[in-house]
């Protein structure tokens, strides 16, 4: 790029008590820091990239803010060794949409140290698992550090349809865990087990208006949980002894109401699944297997792609709770 190159963005302004966001041209100099500057091709849809535009929605440093919490594609100009122009990239996490102007932009620059090489996925695949099938892929991997086994029983993952809990069940199924995947969204149920579920049931708790119970029946072996709140606190009541629950959602909430029982009692471990300032050469080495060993096997049936000018009507339903598989933001010719 050129001091005098300028480029379109979807930029995120707060004005009072309201968020807008509205396709802009930024120059180079409107870019922060970093090292190499990546012409961007796609980009997502997180429930993070919802609450950048939401008021008070806690995620964003200072606005105005190019959101946009993934990004894949080609470095341009790199000032790093680990990386040169032409090199097919993907980026997520850190402070990229939240801190700093992310992947709701036809260019991004970024610290080398943030970037991993795609390898065997393309753009648009890296984009398609971006930080959702990343942190799915955490949370089975934090199952099977635990040492639970696809032998030791049902595996429940809570808010099934998201991006997260849909990519959890496509890996726990085919590393031939039992999966029981849980929605409010009864017609989803023929999808999730295309993906590989062997049960779909409702919400849990399965009443919300009961009283929550210190311990529950033993039911899970283990589980994902996307949702958190009471939904959280059901399915702990609910894991068999010595088992494990991978947490890594708050839409249903961040309070967590429970007691010491499920642990101090069934020995049950709370896992806690960040991806967010997950150090590099780890997300490197995972992304690695989610090209090869752990890539997904149904990562299209859940896909839908949007144009970047668009994407507002999706983070729209994303936060409304209506918005169901994984959207992926064409940038490149998307604006």
């Not at 997180?46 to 535009?53: H, I």
């Not at 429970?258 to 050469?281: C, H, N, W, Y």
Request: net charge negative; aromatic share 6%.
């Amino acid at each position: 790029m050129s001091d005098a190159t300028t480029f379109k963005a979807l930029v995120a302004r707060k004005d009072d008590d309201e968020v807008t966001a509205v396709v802009e041209t930024l120059a180079e100099a409107d870019l922060p820091p970093g090292e190499v500057i990546v012409r961007v091709r796609y980009s997502s849809v997180n429930y993070k990239d919802a609450l950048a535009l939401t008021p008070n929605g806690g995620v964003v440093r200072d606005y105005p803010i190019v959101p946009g919490i993934d990004l894949t594609g080609e470095v341009v100009s790199s000032e790093s060794d680990q990386f040169a122009a032409g090199d097919m990239v993907l980026a997520h996490g850190y402070e990229i949409g939240t801190g700093r102007h992310g992947g709701y932009a036809e260019y991004a620059r970024l610290p080398a140290d943030w970037l991993v090489k795609l390898g065997s996925l393309s753009p648009h695949e890296g984009a398609a698992i971006g930080t959702a099938g990343f942190t799915a892929a955490m949370s089975v991997q934090a199952l099977q550090r635990h040492g639970i086994a696809p032998e030791d029983g049902p595996i429940v993952v809570t808010g099934a349809t998201g991006g997260v809990g849909s990519v959890s069940v496509d890996l726990l199924a085919a590393a031939g865990y039992e999966v029981v995947a849980s929605t409010g969204k009864p017609d989803a149920a023929e999808h999730l087990k295309m993906l590989g579920a062997t049960e779909v049931i409702g919400r849990l708790p399965e009443d919300p208006n009961a009283k929550p119970r210190p311990l529950g029946k033993a039911r899970w072996a283990g589980a994902v949980d996307c949702v958190g709140g009471a939904t959280l606190a059901d399915v702990l009541s609910n894991v068999r002894y010595g088992g494990a629950v991978a947490a890594s959602g708050l839409t249903g909430g961040a309070g967590l109401r429970t007691t010491v029982m499920p642990f101090i009692l069934r020995a049950v471990s709370l896992l806690g699944i960040d991806s967010v300032q997950m150090p590099i050469e780890p997300r490197r080495a995972l992304w690695e297997k989610l090209g090869s060993s752990m890539r997904p096997q149904h990562l299209s049936d859940a896909l839908h792609d949007v144009d970047v000018k668009d994407a507002v009507s999706v983070i729209d339903e994303v936060r409304a709770g209506k918005y169901s598989g994984r959207a992926v933001v064409r940038v490149a010719g998307g604006f």
